[in-house]
């Protein structure tokens, strides 16, 4: 069992800079794929940026170029790096992480998620 906990939302105004974190504990035997979701108001989730336990990333066509997404294996722990935030970019953002839980077994876990909120 993993648990995940984000954190470092907050308020910013448009075009500002926020890093938001997100560790993994728990007893699992590795973590694979992390990374980042966000879900705004009435709309769904999507997926905005990943990260596999190699450093390979991927993101999301909108956010590309101002997001960064990086990880510390060693904290297990992936931070997601917002620059230029535009309004667009509210929304509770959750972490996730693939993690093996035994042989041939992995699950998906995720954080309770951290608020991001664009001012004008």
């Known amino acids: 069992q993993a648990h995940l906990v984000d954190s470092g939302g907050g308020s910013v105004q448009s075009g500002g800079s926020l890093r938001i974190s997100c560790t993994a504990s728990?007893?699992?035997?590795?973590?694979?794929?992390m990374g980042w979701y966000r879900q705004a108001l009435g709309k769904q989730r999507e997926m905005v940026a990943t990260?596999?336990?190699?450093?390979?990333?991927n993101y999301t066509d909108s956010v590309k170029c101002r997001f960064t997404i990086s990880r510390d294996n060693a904290k297990d722990t992936v931070y997601l790096q917002l620059d230029r935030l535009e309004s667009e970019d509210a929304a509770a953002y959750y972490c996730?992480?693939?993690?093996?839980?035994?042989?041939?077994?992995?699950?998906?876990?995720w954080g309770q998620g951290t608020q991001v909120t664009v001012t004008s």
């Open positions: 996730h992480a693939n993690a093996k839980v035994a042989e041939g077994r992995k699950v998906r876990y």
């Open positions: 728990g007893m699992v035997l590795s973590i694979d794929t």
């Open positions: 990260i596999t336990s190699a450093g390979t990333t």
